[in-house]
């Protein structure tokens, strides 16, 4: 889809670009850090060492860019016999 899209602007992405800048992408549900109890805090740090890779703290550095969402979380009823 994002290649589909891509080719409507000029100098577009080929696939394998999109892939390759795709591929490493790493996310955290929101939920995460009211489930484990975590502070705004804690949770970058866990965020940026265990997702990322990189330095616990790197989530300071003016040149990071932190994208956030927001999630509908929902379970379905097991059904009764």
């Given at each position: 889809?994002?290649?589909?899209?891509?080719?409507?602007?000029?100098?577009?992405?080929?696939?394998?670009?999109?892939y390759n800048l795709f591929k490493d992408?790493?996310?955290?549900m929101p939920q995460v850090a009211t489930e484990t109890g975590w502070n705004k805090e804690e949770f970058?740090?866990?965020l940026c060492s265990q997702k990322a890779g990189l330095p616990r703290d790197c989530w300071k550095d003016p040149a990071v860019d932190l994208q956030v969402f927001t999630?509908?979380?929902?379970?379905?009823?097991?059904?009764k016999n």
């Open positions: 889809e994002f290649a589909r899209i891509e080719k409507k602007y000029p100098n577009p992405m080929s696939e394998e670009e999109i992408f790493k996310y955290v970058l740090d866990e999630a509908e979380v929902f379970t379905e009823e097991k059904k």
